[in-house]
Nanobody
Framework: QVQLVESGGGLMQAGGSMTLSCAASGRNWYVMGWFRQAPGKEREFVAAISWIGANIYYADSVQGRFTISRDNAKNTVYLRMNSLKPEDTAVYYC?????????????????WGQGTQVIVSS
């Protein structure tokens, strides 16, 4: 059984920075990603990283501001968020999948964390 536990969310002013962490336990997961869901909206892709970090994808809305990384020795994936905007406000979810290839598709992830709230004030 794979468990994902996110941490690092909270309240931040626009223009600030924040780092989310996701600690994974269990086995048989490779690709990892971050998704977010704002009130009244669908859960959307934010960033994804392959097992060795060679392939990284970002949503257009966060490209150049957010950085995903992973430390496989610690079974942890990170999302560094810079230049935060009020529209970044959402619950952020960590996801892991058994596939090796990086993917932006929500349905291709097998495991999900409980989410961490990020609020960006203007």
């Amino acid at each position: 059984q794979v468990q994902l536990v996110e941490s690092g969310g909270g309240l931040m002013q626009a223009g600030g920075s924040m780092t989310l962490s996701c600690a994974a336990s269990g086995r048989n997961w490779y690709v990892m990603g971050w998704f977010r869901q704002a009130p009244g909206k669908e859960r959307e892709f934010v960033a994804a990283i392959s097992w060795i970090g060679a392939n990284i994808y970002y949503a257009d809305s966060v490209q150049g501001r957010f950085t995903i990384s992973r430390d496989n020795a610690k079974n942890t994936v990170y999302l560094r968020m810079n230049s935060l905007k009020p529209e970044d406000t959402a619950v952020y979810y960590c996801a892991a999948g058994r596939r090796v290839e990086t993917t932006t598709r929500r349905q291709e992830y097998d495991y999900w964390g409980q989410g961490t709230q990020v609020i960006v004030s203007s």
